[in-house]
């Protein structure tokens, strides 16, 4: 399965790595949804939408699941 990046009108961001998860949390430009496409929870992930303004969430714990 190829995931590509995407980003749709209510400014959500689809990433599929945690150094591009972090990469667009420094840009902090919009919410970020962590997918990965090997996992069996990718849609339990996508559901989770992250604020990258609050800083207290750190990816790793997030992309873990």
């Known amino acids: ?6 980003k749709n009108s209510t ?9 591009e998860y972090i990469k ?3 840009s902090n430009r ?3 949804i962590v997918v990965d ?4 929870y990718t849609e ?6 992250i604020s990258l303004k609050d800083k207290r ?3 790793f714990d997030i992309y873990q699941g």
């Open 44 to 49: 339990l992930m996508k559901e989770r939408v």
């Open 11 to 19: 400014g959500v961001g689809y990433v599929t790595t945690v150094k």
């Open 37 to 40: 496409p090997e996992a069996e």
């Open 57 to 59: 969430i750190n990816p």
């Open 30 to 32: 919009c919410k970020v």
């Open 1 to 6: 399965m190829e995931t590509e990046n995407k």
């Open 24 to 26: 667009r949390e420094k």
